[in-house]
């Protein structure tokens, strides 16, 4: 059984608690979201997890909180541990078998590359399998699949499946659950059948859509909204009736019962328009790319910063603060920098990750649509970034960097002095601030 983590409320139980209130019998998958919570919070709850003898965790950023701060009315602003860091700090405490998930219902060009060069970095930070966001779009799934089987990734896939009533699909399309395609055509399908009084079929096309995964090489699928033991038995009972068919069998089967002409009825409509990179935005990124190499990366460049931040001198506040505005007031209007203290911008095509509403720097959450922000007043920094990194050659560096995530203790202070002091006492400069050494 999985338990998932604040889904309905911000004050959901928390699925370690909850986990208590069933036999150790019963294996369980247990939920971390990252949303409003620190490097900190997840370290606790892995000795929790470890105390309780759990093993098998999901490990999600998380959609937007329901409470989320933006920082601007006086409030701290929200933030949200990127289930990559939690990946990597999983992976370090060992003993867990790690779950990440995986969005592949994405039909905009640059937020579907984001995606999987996110997946990438999953895998990389030491993801045991993976489970794919809810969704009914074969093609989608097959993408997931074949992407695995290309790159010769041996870690399982499962895929979430949910026996789709019309109820459920209007409270999808109504409350905007993040990342989940519903198109007009499946609703048109949903509301005829309820007509016509066909509600099993419900429970028929999920029986399907989980033998067509099995087919696909699918490990096994994570099965939600399918709590009742009557729903269960009719789920199996259609698996069992429809087990012998071949995948051909039932493709054209799950294709007749949704109406499905073209490939465009689990899609979403499509803007007209191609996006590509602005001119602005390449010669941008060439800018700041050379200023970053000439600032940061030249042995000129260091052998200053090594001379200037190693002095007295900056531990004084005033100085302290002076380089610390120096910074921001350089930095803010051209990029949005808000001062985190360790300045990732080399490693994200100079598009600040504080521009994310989330702070994300690894790459997307799962909640965009057609590279619109989850919080809809913005496009995805990490679509600009795919696009970009398409344009300027520079791919790699979204789909092999693992960006660590940012200590509080180092928030509101200049990166500067930071970068300088990592140059002069090497990577360990990061660990002592991270652990408080």
């Not at 490097?39 to 965790?57: E, G, T």
């Not at 395609?181 to 048109?188: A, D, F, G, N």
């Not at 994570?222 to 033991?229: F, G």
Request: proline share 4%; glycine share 6%.
């Amino acid at each position: 059984m999985t338990l998932a983590d604040r889904v309905h409320s911000d004050h959901d139980i928390a699925p370690l608690e909850a986990s208590q209130h069933y036999p150790d019998s019963v294996d369980k998958v247990l939920h971390f979201s990252g949303k409003g919570r620190d490097i900190q919070d997840f370290d606790v709850f892995l000795q929790q997890a470890k105390s309780a003898n759990i093993q098998n965790l999901l490990l999600l950023t998380g959609d937007k909180l329901k409470e989320h701060h933006h920082g601007r009315d006086g409030a701290p602003r929200t933030r949200y541990l990127e289930s990559v860091n939690a990946v990597m700090a999983a992976k370090q405490h060992g003993g867990f078998q790690i779950g990440v998930a995986f969005n592949p219902f994405k039909y905009a060009e640059a937020e579907r590359d984001a995606q999987y060069l996110k997946l990438h970095k999953k895998i990389k930070a030491g993801a045991d399998f993976i489970i794919t966001q809810l969704g009914y779009d074969i093609e989608a799934l097959k993408q997931a699949k074949s992407f695995l089987t290309h790159h010769h990734y041996p870690q399982k896939i499962l895929a979430c499946v949910m026996p789709l009533s019309l109820e459920r699909a209007r409270f999808m399309v109504k409350h905007k659950v993040a990342g989940i395609v519903i198109t007009p055509h499946m609703l048109k399908v949903l509301e005829n059948e309820k007509l016509a009084g066909f509600t099993d079929r419900v429970y028929l096309r999920c029986a399907l859509q989980i033998l067509i995964c099995k087919y696909l090489g699918f490990a096994g699928i994570h099965l939600s909204a399918c709590h009742k033991p009557e729903e269960q038995i009719l789920l199996e009972s259609y698996v069992e009736e429809y087990r012998h068919l071949e995948l051909d069998a039932l493709e054209l089967l799950w294709n007749s019962l949704w109406q499905v002409k073209t490939s465009k009825a689990f899609m979403p409509e499509l803007p007209y328009f191609s996006r590509q990179p602005t001119s602005s935005q390449i010669i941008k990124y060439q800018h700041l790319h050379l200023m970053h190499d000439a600032l940061f990366e030249s042995k000129i460049a260091k052998g200053i910063g090594k001379f200037i931040f190693k002095a007295n001198f900056w531990d004084k506040s005033a100085a302290a603060n002076a380089l610390l505005k120096t910074e921001f007031v350089s930095k803010h209007g051209v990029l949005g920098c808000e001062s985190c203290g360790q300045c990732r911008l080399g490693d994200t095509l100079y598009i600040c990750p504080e521009t994310c509403p989330k702070g994300l720097a690894n790459g997307p959450c799962g909640g965009t649509t057609l590279d619109r922000c989850e919080f809809g007043d913005r496009e995805c920094i990490h679509s600009v970034k795919a696009r970009l990194a398409k344009a300027v050659e520079q791919t790699q560096v979204l789909k092999e960097k693992l960006i660590p995530t940012v200590p509080i203790e180092v928030r509101g202070t200049s990166s500067w002095n930071q970068f300088v002091e990592k140059l002069v006492f090497g990577d360990r400069s990061l660990s002592f601030i991270i652990h408080g050494i």
